[in-house]
C-alpha cells in the first residue's frame, strides 16, 4: 500500500507543475500583449509624429492663406477706384452707341460722368494703374541693367507733375506715396484738392494764364504740403476730421471747384480749335 504522505507529495508535485504550466503561459501570454502595447505605443508615437507635421504644414498653409487673403483683400481695395473709374468711361461710350444705333436717347448724366472719368484728376485710380502693372510697357528692357523702359520713367514723372508724389518712395517725404495714400484716404477734401490740381494739369498748363489760376495752382501744392507735415508731426487723422469739416476749407474748395471748370471748359475750346484748324486745307486762301 502507497505511502500517503507520497501520494500528497506526487498531488503537490502535479499542482505545481499545472501551476507552473499556466505561469509560464499567462508570461508567455503577458510578454505578447507587452509586445503588441510596444508596437501600438510606436505606432501612435509615429502617428503623433505625423500629426505634428501636419500641424505645422496647416500653420503654415494657414499663414499663407491668410497672406494671400490679405493680398487679395488690397488688390481689390487698390484697383476699386480704377474699376469704377473704367466702368463710367465704358457706360458712356455704350449710351453713345445705343442713341447712334437708334435704340433712344443717351443718357447724358451718363455721358457726362464717362467724360469727367476720362479727363479729370483721380488719384487713386491713376496710382491703381502703376500699382497693378497697366503702366508697365510692353517692351523688353533696351539694355538689362536697366529698371524701367523710358516709356514707364515718363509716365511716373507725369504722375508725380499731377499728384506731387512718387510710385517709387523717394527719400523726400514730402513726396512718400504711402504718407500721401494716408493723407487722401483720412482727408476726402485734400484728396478732392489733389484730383482738380490734376485736372488742372490734365487740361494743359498753358491755361493756367490768370494770375488767381496761377496763384490757385500755387496754392494747391502748399496746401497738400502743409497737411503732410501735419500729418506727420500729430500722426493721427483726427486733424483731417477737422479739416474736413472746416467752413473756411469747404468755401475754398468750391472756389477751385469753380476755377477748375473754368480752365477745363477753356482748355476743351483751344483743344476743339487746334482740331478745326487741322480740318482745314492748308491750300485755302
Known amino acids: 500500500m502507497e505511502d500517503p504522505r507520497q501520494q500528497q507529495l506526487m498531488a503537490l508535485q502535479a499542482d ?20 503588441q502595447l510596444r508596437e501600438e505605443k510606436s505606432a501612435l508615437v509615429s502617428r503623433n509624429r505625423e500629426l505634428g507635421v501636419r500641424e505645422e504644414t496647416l500653420k503654415l498653409d494657414k499663414n499663407t492663406l491668410e497672406l494671400e487673403d490679405g493680398t487679395l483683400k488690397e488688390k481689390v481695395k487698390l484697383q476699386d477706384p480704377l474699376v469704377k473709374n473704367a466702368a463710367l468711361v465704358r457706360r458712356r461710350l455704350y449710351e453713345r452707341t445705343k442713341e447712334l444705333r437708334g435704340h433712344g436717347q443717351a ?13 479729370r484728376g ?3 485710380a491713376d496710382l491703381a494703374m502703376f500699382k497693378l502693372g497697366y503702366m508697365k510697357s510692353e517692351q523688353p528692357l533696351p539694355d538689362p541693367r ?3 523702359t523710358a516709356f514707364e520713367r515718363v509716365n511716373k514723372l507725369v504722375f508725380k507733375e499731377l499728384y506731387g ?28 484738392y489733389m484730383n482738380l490740381e490734376a485736372t488742372i494739369a490734365l487740361s494743359s498748363p498753358t491755361t493756367l494764364t490768370a ?13 497738400r504740403q502743409a497737411c503732410v507735415r501735419i500729418f506727420k508731426q500729430a500722426n493721427t487723422s483726427d486733424l483731417f476730421a477737422a479739416l474736413d469739416t472746416d ?39
Open 146 to 148: 536697366m529698371a524701367e
Open 211 to 223: 494770375p488767381s489760376d496761377i496763384l490757385l495752382h500755387s496754392t494747391l501744392s502748399v496746401h
Open 247 to 285: 467752413a473756411n476749407l469747404e468755401v475754398s474748395l468750391e472756389e477751385v471747384r469753380q476755377i477748375t471748370e473754368r480752365v477745363v471748359r477753356n482748355g476743351k475750346g483751344r483743344s476743339h480749335s487746334r482740331r478745326m484748324e487741322a480740318r482745314v486745307p492748308s491750300n485755302l486762301g
Open 16 to 35: 505545481i507543475s499545472r501551476i507552473t504550466q499556466a505561469l509560464i503561459e499567462e508570461n508567455a501570454s503577458l510578454k505578447l500583449q507587452v509586445n
Open 107 to 119: 443718357n447724358e448724366a451718363m455721358v457726362e460722368a464717362g467724360n469727367r472719368a476720362a479727363h
Open 122 to 124: 483721380d488719384y487713386f
Open 165 to 192: 508724389s512718387s510710385v517709387d518712395h523717394p527719400d523726400n517725404p514730402d513726396h512718400n506715396l504711402e504718407l500721401i495714400m494716408q493723407l487722401c484716404e483720412s482727408s476726402s477734401k485734400l484728396l478732392q
